[in-house]
């Protein structure tokens, strides 16, 4: 009988990048992390701060996430990354009206560590 091999995939794969997972998706709490450990090791210590916001647009996906970190740039310094966490919209006689996208910003904080 012939016998099968069966290649193996690894689940999460680590470069200059980050972390990302089979279907290529960035984990970006894993590339702050590794981020960190590297301005660590050149000296410098980073705490990032996560916040929460929600982008809309009646445009598209990108648009409401340009329009959330446009608006939080004029007033957050330090931006950093962030992670879409959710997308939704709303539809009207059957066709998208809106859309909303719910994203984690990180930035990174200031003063004495």
């Known amino acids: 009988m012939k016998q099968r091999t069966r290649k193996v995939l690894p689940i999460r794969t680590r470069d200059a990048r ?8 960035i984990d970006f709490a894993a590339r702050t992390a590794a981020l960190s450990n590297v ?3 050149a000296g410098e210590d980073h705490i990032y701060r996560v ?5 809309t647009s009646e445009k598209s ?3 409401a996430i340009g329009s ?10 330090n931006l950093r ?12 006689n059957g066709a ?3 859309y909303q996208v719910t994203l984690k910003v990180g930035f990174t ?3 004495p560590h």
Not at 51 to 55: K, S
Not at 68 to 77: E, K
């Open 109 to 111: 904080m200031e003063g």
């Open 18 to 25: 980050g972390m990302s997972g089979r279907d290529g998706a």
């Open 51 to 55: 916040i929460e916001l929600v982008g």
């Open 61 to 63: 996906i990108e648009d």
């Open 81 to 92: 990354w962030f992670e879409v966490a959710r997308t939704s919209g709303h539809i009207t």
């Open 68 to 77: 959330a970190i446009s608006r939080a740039g004029r007033t957050l310094r």
């Open 39 to 41: 301005a660590t090791m």
């Open 96 to 98: 998208v009206a809106h």
